[in-house]
């Protein structure tokens, strides 16, 4: 193996949520290592045009689109435009997500339908639009966001818990079905990394979340986006089914 086994050139890459967070960190980190990528995002246009321009900037060329990734006539229509874009897609990072703390008598139906649609069903929406021509093509890799929260569970995030424990459990049931055909499907699961979702937090769940953390801060965009590169790259060919946890130490698996 030579030095470049992180490149991306000659790679393709989808990725929701790439308008600001973990999701833009990601977008950017690919680009840097010669992918062409395409992003989505829910309404964000201040921030997606903010993102493509400084990128621009640099000579980094990316397009967004705004998409409801729970949304199925919008996934469809994003992925065409993906698919027109890109030619095809060898990569998805599925890191569109929504969090929030409610004590469990407060959540509605309407609250945990809407973290469910958006943390899992939009995943499961995104990997199908873009999973079986990665099969054709013997070749993919499917990134989904998951958290550690997944493992450890948080009191008053059971909707959340819940949405990050099926992405978990997603991913390890479509790795049997991708591997076999050169498309990997893997996870990550962050500590609390501090983007607009943590700044959401009340500041009593920031306090207990800091005290807990061996590491004792909370992490950035920049040490999450690596993982996906690792992912997405020739050096991570022999991850399946994974979830990685670069989180400070919250939960020790
Ligand atoms: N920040 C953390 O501490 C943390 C920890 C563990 C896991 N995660 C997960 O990582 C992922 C990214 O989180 P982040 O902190 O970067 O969040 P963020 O709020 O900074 O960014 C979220 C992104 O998702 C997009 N989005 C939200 N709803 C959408 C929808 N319905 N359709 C399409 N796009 C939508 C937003 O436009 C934005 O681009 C999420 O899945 C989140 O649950 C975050």
Partial sequence: MGINIFSLTGRTAVVTGGSRGIGAAIVELFLRYGAKV???????????????????????????????????AAVAAFAQFAK???????????????????????????????????NLRGTFLMTQAFFSEMVERKFGRVINLASQLAYKGAPAMAHYCASKGGVVGFTRALSYDGAPHGVTVNAIAPGPIETAQLAGMTDGWRRLKHAELPIGRF???????????????????????????PNGGDVML
């Fill in 84 to 118: 027109a874009e890109l030619g095809h897609v060898d990569i998805l990072v599925n890191s569109a997500g929504v969090s929030g703390d409610k004590a469990f008598e407060a959540i509605t139906v309407a609250d945990f339908d809407h973290m469910i649609d958006i």
């Fill in 38 to 72: 395409v992003f989505c995002h829910a309404r964000d246009d201040a921030e997606a045009q903010a993102l493509t321009a400084r990128l621009a900037g640099e000579g980094l060329s990316v397009s967004g689109q705004e998409c409801d990734v729970a949304d199925e």
């Fill in 219 to 245: 992490g950035t965009v920049d040490e999450i986006a690596p993982v996906a590169l690792l992912l997405a790259s020739a050096a991570g060919s022999y991850f399946v089914g994974q979830t990685l946890s």
